[in-house]
């Protein structure tokens, strides 16, 4: 009899579960809560993570996610790399329709199978498998079932209980099961104010976690979402066995392992590199010639191969080729380096325009670009050797303001890049313009920009002059009926500085009413952009880079016309930034107009948001301010 019973709830619990996973599949029984403000929700994510040895892991993956609208398809996440060491065991998927009936099955065969990397790689032998599923409507529910095996371990999945921006997270658990002796190491962050479980020190589950929302001048993502990071303290990268203690072994086994023995350079090169630099009197300016030598003399180009993607190519490889990425370059560059005695260290950093840094805290397999580190000068250079026309030692724009990890033959260590303050990036623009009694003008401006501000505007020097043209008639939008006559640039590498003079004409600029005409002085740097209001503000924000803009505007007007009204001056200070203008009068017939805008650098709590848009409001309305002419009969 007992045997009996238990056979019975045995089946019933299993009926259970089944039913509880069906239940899923139908986008019906998604909480009312969860699909607000969502474009997809996952319903069941259980991630396992099998660690059997140092260089072997199994990673099992169960997935239901229910895409409310276009806008989520991607939020499925059916993208899995493989290649050297990566190996998919089972790869299934099932879609189903808005009241959970199976529409699809595809099997592993049917998902695309392409190069991990873009057309701007060279070669690569890393690959991806994804989904690619055109719906029939909306919303559909796909279950995703995955195994995929792992030798080579440097990168140990994590937990994301978040997934993105408009992903709401009904059920998410994750859990890393080690059999092995390697240690494994967690960083979790972000956890606190959600409904994340901790069931052991490696085991975590999630509950009921609403969509979050981006919002303007918000921290990026990764720096208030829920996030765990998991790496192994001894690992495998594609056959090469890493150690992991800290950032210190970690940037010693990178030097002894990836880079070593990868700087060696052609006889012939050795000879020139120092012919070219035998005259200089420091290493400074040796460091200045083989940065110019790079640039002429290779071009960028990305090469995805060897270890993981992490080893560069051979510095003789580069210097026959003429192309490298941005590890081949970086390693060509220290070659040349070292050669005329010059001491620099490869850096692995993140890039892009947002500032992201590496981890100091949780050392692991990080970052996405390399340059190159020259200790040995008053605050260290920093060298961007993927970049044919950059100054020597700028970096404002993609790798400014963030820990970088140094490579040593002794050891990692982090260091933070160079930081453009506000008052080191800076645009001053000055114009002489004439104003004529029909409303039309025409003048010269010139902008000079430095720091942060140079990286914005260098590269239209590079442009197709018709895109240089719809550059400047974007860049004064608000100007009607714009021409650019006449453009000039001037790059002062030395000096970073970047100069812009260009010939306007506009017809109808002023407004007429009557014998009045209504102009704005403003004319080549306004304001444009407010900062979206919200009711109510979740995310504190961040003003990521400050900067200083002096504007001065001298504005002849024609014979015909007299000063009948001028603005009065204004000046707002605030935490934020600072703003004032003001109109002197020179002559009957001409005005100075001068403006300083600056935005202060820093992070802010979103109850002072309101406070931070008004001021920028205040400085669009102010930016927007007219003065009226009189035509004379």
């Not at 290649?83 to 089972?90: A, E, S, T």
């Not at 992991?244 to 010693?252: H, L, M, Q, R, V």
């Not at 880079?259 to 070219?276: A, C, F, R, S």
């Not at 190159?372 to 920093?382: D, F, I, Q, S, T």
Request: hydrophobic content about 35%; glycine content about 6%.
């Amino acid at each position: 009899m007992t045997t009996k019973i238990l056979s019975f709830l045995g089946v019933f619990f299993i009926a259970s579960i089944v039913y509880s996973q069906e239940e899923l599949y139908s986008a019906a029984t998604i909480p009312s809560e969860l699909k607000s403000k969502a474009n997809a929700v996952v319903r069941y994510n259980d991630q396992k993570i099998e660690i059997k040895a140092y260089n072997e892991i199994l990673v099992t993956q169960k997935r239901i996610v229910t895409v409310l609208s276009k806008a989520g398809n991607s939020d499925i996440d059916a993208v899995f790399h493989y290649g050297r060491g990566i190996d998919i065991k089972n790869l299934e998927v099932k879609i189903f329709d808005a009241y959970g009936k199976e529409l699809k099955k595809i099997k592993e065969k049917d998902f695309q199978d392409v190069s991990a990397v873009s057309g701007g790689t060279l070669y690569s032998d890393s690959r991806v498998k994804y989904l690619d599923y055109t719906p029939i409507s909306y919303p559909y529910t796909v279950l995703l079932d995955a195994e995929i095996e792992y030798n080579s371990t440097a990168f140990l999945p994590g937990w994301r209980p978040i997934e993105g921006f408009y992903v709401s997270t009904e059920n998410s658990e994750y859990e890393i099961i080690n059999s092995s002796e390697v240690e494994v190491k967690i960083k979790t962050q972000n956890f606190e104010n959600y409904n994340i479980t901790k069931l052991n020190n490696f085991h975590y589950k999630a509950n009921d976690l609403s969509s979050l929302k981006p919002e303007a001048y918000s921290p990026p993502f990764k720096t208030y979402a829920p996030v765990l990071k998991a790496a192994l303290v001894e690992f495998d990268m594609v056959g090469v066995k890493g150690v992991n203690n800290n950032w210190s072994d970690f940037g010693k086994w990178m030097f002894e392992d990836l880079l070593n023995g990868t700087d060696q350079l052609p006889d012939q090169v050795k000879q020139e590199i120092k012919e070219l630099t035998k005259d200089s009197s420091n290493d400074l300016e040796k460091a200045k010639i083989v940065y110019k030598y790079v640039q002429d003399k290779t071009r960028y180009i990305s090469v995805q191969v060897g270890i993981g993607g992490w080893k560069p190519m051979l510095a003789t490889d580069v210097d026959r080729l003429g192309y490298g990425d941005c590890k081949g370059l970086s390693n060509y560059t220290y070659a040349l380096l070292k050669e005329v005695g010059v001491d620099a260290n490869y850096a692995v950093i993140y890039g892009g325009r947002n500032i992201r840094s590496i981890d100091k805290e949780f050392s692991s397999t990080q970052g996405n670009h390399v340059v190159l580190y020259l200790p040995n000068h008053e605050n260290g250079v920093w060298l961007e050797c993927t970049s044919q026309t950059n100054p020597f030692g700028f970096i404002a724009g993609f790798t400014d303001d963030r820990d970088a990890l140094i490579v040593t033959p002794e050891g990692g260590e982090i260091i933070h890049t160079t930081t453009y303050p506000k008052e080191k990036s800076t645009q001053v623009t000055k114009a002489r313009v004439k104003l004529l009694n029909d409303g039309s003008l025409n003048g010269e401006v010139t902008i000079k920009t430095q720091g942060y501000q140079y990286a914005l505007h260098e590269g239209i020097q590079n442009e197709e002059p018709r895109n240089q043209d719809l550059h400047f008639k974007n860049y004064w939008d608000y100007v009607n009926n714009l021409s650019i006559t006449e453009m000039e640039f001037e790059n002062e590498k030395d000096s970073i500085l970047f100069t812009e003079n260009i010939k306007v004409s506009a017809q109808n600029y002023a407004s007429k009413t009557g014998n009045l005409l209504l102009v704005s002085p403003n004319i080549f740097n306004r304001e444009t952009h407010i900062p979206t209001r919200y009711r109510n503000r979740t995310l504190d924000f961040e003003i990521e880079r400050g900067f200083v803009d002096t504007d001065e505007f001298i504005i002849e007007i024609d014979e015909s016309l007299s000063f009948d009204a001028l603005p009065d001056a204004v000046s707002i200070d605030t935490k934020y930034g600072f703003y004032q203008f003001s109109i002197m009068v020179l002559n009957e017939h001409e005005i100075l107009y001068k403006r300083t805008y600056s935005l202060n650098k820093g992070n802010y709590p979103k109850e002072e948001y309101a406070r931070f848009r008004d001021f920028v409001a205040s400085v669009a309305k102010n930016d927007k301010a007219k003065l009226a002419l009189t035509l004379k009969l």
